[in-house]
């Protein structure tokens, strides 16, 4: 608790104060993604499971649950659960089909088959299944299924969405919703209500787990288009050259005139692209003010995600949580 | 309920007599598939669902909890959630490997790609776990949350041991079990105890369909071996030059001696199958019985689920539930 927390980003300073309970998320996923039968399970999670990577949503449930005075054992196994889903969907998003590889886009599956990649994938899922059950509480079930259809159907409508023009702020939401912020909320609202947290407070836990997951995705698509490659590992232009729709290009698009639309038309509809044209894709970004309007929209979803948390009991860890959506807009401010 | 049974199939009395809990099932089915937001969810549904099949795993839930009495509601849904992981699992099956592409394999998913299929079946298996947690029912949720567990191991082993010469008889029952039995004991399970039926009946029924999937598994793999093209709609040895190392096979490996392992070794293990294999590989077959112990198996499954079904109350539905476990082995019998 003595930590230099000034120093210290948000997420790291939540790892360290909840060290405790993440060591028993950890030994959990270990324990729970074993098979007995099946050795190409472990073989396919390990790499996964143990590169670890920040455990942001398991974090959040810990934290929901603990900001509500949770002090059951249940908090676990919700946090488990969430990384399960959320390693779940990794794999998932892993399959590939031929035609995309054959566009030359990098696939991600390169270490294992898209038949293990979907069936390790289900198996973690049933995982998730299992745990949650285990705490018995029929309204966390109903949070984490409904969780799950909303990310299914966001997957799915990316499909169709992601190359077509037609597709409007309203739509990128619900794709969003599906990508990222259904699991923060759901990560979020099932620690509160494991907490037995009043309507309120598990209403204001949904609310800054969207809030959040929406900023940090807003920022993401932002930085394909402004980011610095060498902090953000990502070369401007990817999403571009994979001819998806980004809030802003869809906010470009609103504001196109026909000629600019017969660009957008070419370049993400037809991927017709030709030398040059990234370049005047940010021109016509620039011109719509479309990344300084995507900048603010992420500014005002962090701001949503603060002022939900402010409503709920102050604590060290709501300090973090607050400091954490500052955090995820902090790259584009 | 004036039918003339004898003339009648089991799986179409059944149909008849459950026809107005079949229309419920149906109803919801076509209401819960359905998506607001993106089309393409029901366009890969429908073939699947709209196409029917027999419907055997929605009937056997349904007719578990009417045998033990049941009439509240959520039969229905559980038979609904029950088709839902069964058309999901089918469409997590069409997922193909270029590289099996390239062998010449048959792709099932020549209508949707892979990632349609994936995320589809994804969002089927999240409206099956809001469809079960509207029952509200803990241990309901608790034996689909294992059963799909057991589902998702079973493939995952598959994908090792399919191809493997050690794969023994233990295995071979754990992966039908993952890919049939675990579905069909779950879907009579769940029917029981929506029913509050008692600990004894539970078991019967988990049993029934335990037995039941497992014999119908074994049919299958025989009558790829010896069946009527005509009848079953599979070519003799699809199997074989698949290298799947089914349980006549898996038998004859049992007994074989030297040279026989090293032909099974480069047919099944290597791949490296020559003209004639499939003539020399049958002729190991009846030269260690390998059939006729197969078959005796098949027979074996089907006694022992008619034998847990004759502990139920006596009703025209269980005689149509112990009519069908002889009607699955009636064609290799």
Known sequence: MSLDRAATKPHEALSAILSEDMDAVNALIRARMASEHAPRIPEVTAHLVNAGGKRLRPMLTLAAARICGYD????VHLAATVEFIHTATLLHDDVVDESAQRRGRPTANLLWDNKSSVLVGDYLFSRSFQLMVETGNLRVLDILANASATIAEGEVLQLTAARDLRTDEDVYLKVVRGKTAALFSAATEVGGVIAGADDAQVQALF???DALGIAFQIVDDLL??????????????DDFRERKLTLPVIKAVALADG???????????KGRQEEGDLDHALTLLHRHGALEATRDDALSWAAKAKTAMQTLPESELRTLLIALSDYVVARVN
Chains 1, 2 share one sequence.
């Open 72 to 75: 059951g054992p249940y908090h």
């Open 207 to 209: 609310d800054y787990g």
């Open 224 to 237: 394909d288009y402004q980011g610095d490659p060498k902090a953000t590992g990502k070369n401007v232009g």
């Open 259 to 269: 000629e600019e639309r017969a660009f957008w038309q070419r370049v993400i509809e």
